[in-house]
């Protein structure tokens, strides 16, 4: 069910940005006159799911959900209609509109990704506000790996900035070392104030999702909400409702003790110490190789940490959710950048449909949905932009390249760079849905 939900919220969320960015494309081409013949929401390679048409367009939805398209007349595009090129201009044909015309229709679809993505950030914060943990409320310091102990962190760090920046949000902090190239992290351990040095190979590993820095929590109440199906929890007969008091007669203070008592005690018989209504009982279980029971409490960080919310007004959020946006925009540029670094190996994170699907939430969540839908229309832009010949971009640069020289690639040119264009986005489709494919198998088998 959880899958379904995800699937949902992607096939919803890539459909409002296609249908936005395909609308920028279209009104631009009719404030200068220019002729529409289709306009469709997913491809209609052989045969559409619906279809109708208004004037001189055709509107309709394709059977492929992997993104929609606008037929202008007189341009080479995803249709690849050259036969109507080799027709005389007509006055309504893209070719015979003027060089800034055309531009202005190109970049459309950009332009309406980058205005919608300010526009839902805008309602987001009217409408519920901006709820975060700020960094100084980790009132039991932060939990890290392997990594972050080899760096030299230590579970119960009390972080106080990062190259001696404070850093507001606690959510930023991963982000903010991945981005600005940070070098050090500051630490409070035991009344001592450290500097933690950030060595090169963290970047790589954070990029993979690796290196872990999260709010350390304590154990008790630890009341059982959730029991997943064949796990060593289910066997032994835990029921949801029972707190766990403590394993083989030993009790913890902080979660991440909890965790670290299971992975020492991988394959191997533990006694679990239970509160059931009120009654002491014991319990055998017989932990699996991951060394988890595979249960979860019912525990939120607003129910452990002061978390601080900010309400904005109608005049409170325009330039608050404009200002969220372009911080995102500028956000993605620098994350952008990693994926041709040979030091970051930004590329081997790339991910297809199933990673952007699995950054949904498993419930229906409208203020997350919303969030991600505004980034991932700058993601949509700034993808489209890109120099790429069959991409936006590509169309602009050739454009540019008209403006400069004051000379028209010819339509056979335009041809081929639209084939090769293709060829690319293909080439990097399958690159992103491949690196998807590998860490499901790493992850399964």
């Known amino acids: 069910m959880t899958v379904l939900v995800r699937i949902l919220?992607?096939?919803?969320?890539?459909?409002?940005?296609?249908?936005?960015?395909?609308?920028?494309?279209?009104?631009?081409?009719?404030?200068?006159?220019t002729r529409v013949e289709k306009f469709y929401l997913f491809f209609d390679a052989w045969f559409s799911l619906f279809k109708f048409k208004k004037g001189d367009t055709e509107y309709g939805i394709g059977w492929i959900p992997l993104g929609g398209y606008v037929k202008i007349a007189g341009m080479i595009d995803e249709s690849m209609d050259v036969e109507q090129m080799k027709q005389p201009p007509q006055?309504?044909?893209?070719?015979?509109?003027?060089?800034?015309?055309?531009?202005?229709?190109?970049?459309?679809?950009?332009?309406?990704?980058?205005?919608?993505?300010?526009?839902?950030?805008?309602?987001?914060?009217f409408t519920w506000g901006e709820t975060y943990l700020p960094t100084a409320n980790l009132k039991y310091g932060i939990v890290t790996d392997s990594i972050g102990h080899a760096m030299g962190l230590r579970n119960g760090d009390m972080i106080l900035s990062i190259d001696n920046q404070k850093i507001e949000k606690f959510n930023e902090?991963?982000?903010?070392?991945?981005?600005?190239?940070?070098?050090?992290?500051?630490?409070?351990?035991?009344?001592?104030?450290?500097?933690?040095?950030?060595?090169?190979?963290?970047i790589p590993l954070m990029l993979k999702g690796k290196f872990l820095i999260e709010p350390?929590?304590?154990?008790?109440?630890?009341?059982?909400?959730?029991?997943?199906?064949?796990?060593?929890?289910?066997?032994?007969?835990?029921?949801t409702g029972d707190e766990i008091k403590g394993i083989n007669d030993s009790s913890f203070v902080y979660f991440d003790d909890?965790?670290?008592?299971?992975?020492?005690?991988?394959?191997?018989?533990?006694?679990?110490?239970?509160?059931?209504?009120?009654?002491?009982?014991?319990?055998?279980?017989?932990?699996?190789?991951?060394?988890?029971?595979?249960?979860?409490?019912?525990?939120?960080?607003?129910?452990?940490?002061?978390?601080?919310?900010?309400k904005y007004n109608v005049l409170q959020s325009i330039p608050?959710?404009?200002?969220?946006?372009?911080?995102?925009?500028?956000?993605?540029?620098?994350q952008f950048k990693l994926i041709f670094s040979k030091h970051t190996k930004g590329y081997e994170s790339l991910g297809g449909f199933i990673t952007i699907g699995s950054i949904f939430p498993p419930v229906w969540d409208w203020q997350v949905f919303w969030s991600l839908t505004a980034f991932l229309s700058i993601i949509l832009g700034v993808m489209n932009i890109l120099p790429i010949p069959a991409l936006d971009g590509g169309h602009v640069?050739?454009?540019?390249?008209?403006?400069?020289?004051?000379?028209?690639?010819?339509?056979?040119?335009?041809?081929?760079?639209?084939i090769v264009g293709m060829a690319i986005i293909l080439i990097l489709l399958l690159y992103a849905n491949g690196n998807d494919v590998v860490k499901l198998l790493k992850k399964y088998f």
Not at 275 to 303: C, F, W
Not at 397 to 418: H, N
Request: charged letters at 20%; glycine letters at 6%.
């Open 9 to 33: 919220q992607l096939l919803l969320s890539l459909s409002i940005l296609v249908i936005i960015h395909e609308l920028g494309h279209f009104s631009f081409a009719k404030i200068f006159k």
């Open 91 to 125: 006055p309504w044909e893209f070719r015979s509109k003027k060089t800034w015309q055309r531009l202005l229709i190109m970049t459309g679809g950009v332009l309406f990704n980058f205005i919608l993505a300010l526009l839902i950030y805008v309602a987001v914060l």
């Open 173 to 202: 902090i991963r982000t903010d070392i991945i981005l600005n190239n940070r070098k050090s992290i500051q630490v409070e351990r035991e009344g001592q104030e450290l500097n933690i040095p950030i060595t090169e190979d963290v």
């Open 216 to 239: 350390r929590r304590p154990f008790s109440p630890y009341v059982i909400s959730f029991i997943d199906k064949d796990t060593p929890a289910k066997a032994a007969g835990v029921l």
């Open 258 to 310: 909890f965790q670290g008592f299971l992975a020492s005690h991988k394959e191997r018989s533990i006694t679990l110490n239970i509160l059931r209504n009120g009654q002491p009982i014991k319990l055998a279980v017989a932990l699996n190789a991951a060394g988890k029971l595979g249960v979860a409490d019912s525990h939120t960080y607003g129910e452990i940490f002061e978390l601080k919310t900010i």
């Open 320 to 334: 608050a959710g404009i200002s969220t946006g372009f911080k995102a925009i500028g956000d993605y540029l620098k």
């Open 397 to 418: 640069m050739f454009l540019l390249f008209e403006v400069i020289t004051g000379r028209k690639p010819s339509d056979k040119f335009m041809e081929y760079a639209q």
